[in-house]
């Protein structure tokens, strides 16, 4: 979307096209005409556009028998957000985004005004520059809308910070062992490796990961375990999957990795 605004900022109309609702198609067809690798874009585009109107009246979006076993012709399933910058999309995902977006500033006097961002002798260049990056990479799985999360508060970064470097200082002989964990006197006992294992993938289920977001989180939140015992305070945390919500609490010694013999 960036992009596009890059591209669209004062485009001559006669670059954009009169009739068509679609400027930056306009810009890429018409820069196609000249450009060997925006051409090829244009030609990619418009088997993505044919293949995915062709799904659209294939009935429950199923394919013709002959073409099901074949790998070739699969057609793409593109999200409309996919579709609406499918132009700088492919040629972001054809690695050659860089190289068009470098024609058009070498050639920006056919294709915009005197004071647009593309035409200026600075901000042209640096914006083709920019793009090589992304167009170095490799888009062999893109995220969805439902990997997005917020930045953590600076506490619980601190928090997180302390489960994790814990790990790191069982051996030193000056700290206690992190999480409670003693080391094994008998090889016949297998109950710490067992508890190591647990707690180490709950530590691990904290943090945010692809499978489940972090959505909540508050220290200092009082649990009464029994009737007859003090609250003790912990660490109360709400997290998002697929399919349910969890809600987790963690004692704040376990938490600062200082249970001891705790029970």
Known sequence: ???????????KRRAAGFLRTDKVAALFTKVGKTCAIAGDVCKKVQELQQQVESRKNQPNGQEPLKRQGSTTSKTPVLTPQAIKHIW???ALI???LDKIVQYIVDNCSKYYEKEALLADPVCGPILASLLVGPCALEYT???TADHYWTDPSADELVQRHRIHGAHGRQDSPSKRPALGIRKRHSSGSTSEDRFAASAREYVESLHQN???HLLYGKNNVLVQPKDD???IPGYLSLHQSAESLTLKWTP???MNGTLGDSE
């Open 229 to 231: 015992l003090e609250a």
């Open 1 to 11: 979307g960036v992009v596009e605004a890059c591209l669209l900022h004062m485009l």
């Open 88 to 90: 700088v999309r492919t």
């Open 141 to 143: 799985k893109l995220k």
């Open 210 to 212: 692809s499978r489940t």
């Open 252 to 254: 704040n010694q376990l």
């Open 94 to 96: 054809e690695k050659v």
